[in-house]
């Protein structure tokens, strides 16, 4: 065989063997990049839905935390004593009516508390309770985050007719403690936290997500955790609550990247010896016999 075509037959398969094999890889990278895009919109999609229910299981405390406080009404309303300290049901640390007749100045009823610290803070907490206007009205509710001593209070009420026949709020207030927030992660099945809006450090892009109309933000810290942080908005506030949430979806993306190479891996590599030995006997055979 003449060495020109020798070489022109070695070079040929070179060639060819040099495109596929870039063919392959730039597929690969690819179908890597598609399918971790696919799979972070998925995990994307799934964050907002569990920061959803975290703001959804936020509102359904709240209104417990008010009927507590219309039943303890109901059933103290034979209770002549102003003040009470007690222990209270559940996460309950204060319980207080307020008068918000014609007077300027709202007057505090029955209250019942189980956290003694807190009766120096009654007068606080009645600021934030407003008077009744013409955007509220009896059977409204209401809820506020205050901050007693550097500790988070949630606090929530309701406007209606009370006992002794005045119209008035009917108020409870519970500690966001890690206790309480510990029974709150449970629900949601995801570590979970509360910050207010102004404790929390973060970039300026992230920031105008969370306080955008959405009023959400996806912090991804590293491959295994993504932090989820949505706002509440109330007085005193706004809150946010964050969500610890595996990368489940990304991990399964990855394995199924592996495996789908895998496969295009054995798969190119048999098409390529396939073709190589089709080319080799078709033509470059025939080549070789032209030169003899």
Not at 15 to 39: E, I, K, Y
Not at 175 to 204: E, K, Q, Y
Request: hydrophobic share 50%; charged share 15%; proline share 4%.
């Amino acid at each position: 065989m003449p060495p020109v075509l020798q070489s022109v037959r070695v070079r040929s398969l070179a060639v060819l063997l040099s495109v596929v094999v870039a063919v392959l890889v730039a597929l690969g990278v690819w179908t890597h990049q598609v399918l971790r895009q696919s799979f972070e919109r998925l995990e994307a999609a799934e964050a907002v839905e569990e920061l959803q229910l975290a703001q959804q299981t936020f509102a359904e405390r709240c209104e417990a935390l008010t009927s507590n406080a219309i039943s303890w009404s109901r059933m103290a309303a034979k209770d002549d004593s102003p003040t009470l300290t007690t222990r209270l049901p559940g996460d309950v640390v204060v319980l207080f009516e307020v008068s918000l007749d014609d007077s300027a100045v709202p007057e505090l009823g029955r209250v019942a508390i189980s956290d003694e610290t807190l009766i120096g803070q009654l007068p606080s907490l009645l600021a934030h309770i407003p008077p009744l206007t013409g955007l509220v009205g009896l059977g409204d509710s209401g809820r506020a985050l205050v901050q007693p001593a550097g500790r988070l209070l949630l606090l929530t009420w309701r406007y209606q007719v009370l006992s002794s026949g005045g119209i008035g709020a009917v108020a409870a207030g519970t500690w966001l403690d890690s206790a309480w927030v510990a029974r709150f992660g449970d629900s949601i099945h995801h570590h979970t936290r509360f910050t207010p809006r102004t404790a929390m450090a973060l970039d300026a892009i992230q920031a105008h997500a969370l306080d955008g109309p959405h009023g959400m933000v996806l912090e991804r810290s590293d491959e295994e955790e993504l932090l989820g942080h949505a706002r509440i908005d109330l007085p005193g506030g706004p809150l946010v609550v964050s969500l610890s949430l595996d990368r489940g979806i990304v991990a399964a993306g990855g394995i199924t990247w592996e495996f789908l190479m895998t496969a295009i891996i054995v798969t190119g590599g048999m098409l390529v010896l396939t073709m190589m030995l089709l080319l080799d006997w078709t033509v470059l055979a025939r080549l070789t016999r032209l030169g003899q």
